[in-house]
């Protein structure tokens, strides 16, 4: 499985931007995925993760009501919907996806990942 992160950029505090992360085979339809973001000299952190046939979604407590996971099952595409960015978001997101449903916040459980997408958010 090859995952494509896509959509970062650079934008001013408030703005919104879309990830994407498209899946190179159908058999992540129904696995959980996630997004993750690294900043520099900082460790990995989870963002959000999206599960099949439990929870909905589980979001990091610094991005919960400002980003929204989603997922495109027939184009095999995940998104992340990023609004009122702030300049601690500014990092590189990956996404990454499991074998399984089960929606986790640990970056070890994850089987695929992408290759990252940058996000700076200036003040």
């Known amino acids: 499985v090859q995952l494509q992160a896509s959509g970062g950029g650079s934008v001013q505090a408030g703005a919104s931007l879309r990830l994407s992360c498209a899946a190179s085979t159908r058999t992540m339809s129904n696995k959980a995925m996630g997004w993750f973001r690294q900043a520099p000299g900082k460790a990995r952190e989870f963002v959000a993760s999206i599960g099949w046939g439990g929870p909905a979604a589980y979001y990091g407590d610094s991005v919960k009501g400002r980003f929204t996971i989603s997922r495109d099952i027939p184009k095999n595409t995940l998104y992340l919907q990023m609004n009122n960015l702030k300049p601690e978001d500014t990092a590189v997101y990956y996404c990454?996806?499991?074998?399984?449903?089960?929606?986790?916040?640990?970056?070890?459980?994850?089987?695929?990942w992408g290759q990252g997408t940058e996000v700076t958010v200036s003040s």
């Open positions: 990454a996806g499991r074998r399984d449903s089960k929606i986790s916040m640990n970056a070890n459980t994850y089987d695929y």
